[in-house]
């Protein structure tokens, strides 16, 4: 089955404390990216990797990081969280720069940080 | 600065009847648009898209509308169903973005039996 997993699907956390949300996709899609959904904001991205070891930031960078070395796996990286990081998270992949642009999101990370 | 934005927060509609959902953008460079919607604790699924090419984009009971001139698209959901009660998102970009996406804030459409 296609689809797009997000490891853990709920967290809760102390500020400060490094954390990993993992990403993977089996559809072996080049583009892959992180959103943060909070209440009347929207989807907003965080980060995008067009391909393996190529990352860039997206709308709301600050206080993430990012990897690809594997075009399968896109883990998000917080090194010291804030509380101002509680939000529901999202993976997802897609081919990119060719049609179709949809883009197929994992089932969400929902994170607390106190 | 929002480009997408989709004005209603919410949205309640009889069974049956006909759902209007709108999404105005801001950027006219924009020429790629998609719906998602997004149930309770699952991600955002794709439901259909438009290219700036179409003014209209049907599959089954979704329609999409776009209006270049007014930076305007809507959805369409006739009948609506209680399985429609969800959160719609309208995103867009651009060809030349490699699939950035750029979302709308969403609207929660509620169906009433």
């Known amino acids: 089955e296609a689809q797009v997993t997000q490891n853990p699907r709920y967290l809760i956390t102390v500020t400060g404390k490094k954390l990993t949300v993992t990403c993977s996709q089996n559809?072996?899609?080049?583009?892959m990216s992180w959103y943060r959904q909070d209440p009347g904001l929207g989807l907003r991205q965080i980060y995008y990797s067009m391909n393996v070891e190529v990352t860039d930031k997206g709308d709301v960078p600050e206080g993430y990081k990012v990897s690809r070395k594997e075009k399968r796996n896109f883990p998000l990286i917080l090194e010291s969280p804030s509380p101002n990081q509680t939000s529901l998270y999202f993976c997802a992949s897609s081919w990119g720069q060719t049609l179709p642009y949809e883009q197929y999101f994992g089932p969400g990370t929902r994170l607390t940080v106190t | 600065d929002q480009q997408v934005k989709q004005n209603s927060p919410s949205l309640s509609v009889q069974e049956g009847r006909i759902s209007i959902l709108n999404c105005d953008y801001t950027n006219s460079m924009f020429d790629y648009f998609l719906w998602y919607k997004k149930y309770p604790a699952e991600g955002p699924t794709f439901l259909i898209s438009i290219s700036s090419i179409k003014d209209k984009n049907e599959d089954g009971r979704f329609t999409v509308f776009l209006n270049k001139s007014a930076k305007h698209l809507s959805l369409h959901i006739v009948p609506s169903q209680p399985g429609d009660s969800a959160v719609y998102f309208c995103?867009?970009?651009?060809?030349?973005?490699?699939?950035?996406?750029?979302f709308g804030q969403g609207t929660e459409l509620s169906v009433k039996p």
């Open positions: 995103a867009a970009t651009t060809y030349n973005q490699g699939g950035k996406l750029i």
């Open positions: 559809m072996n899609h080049e583009y």
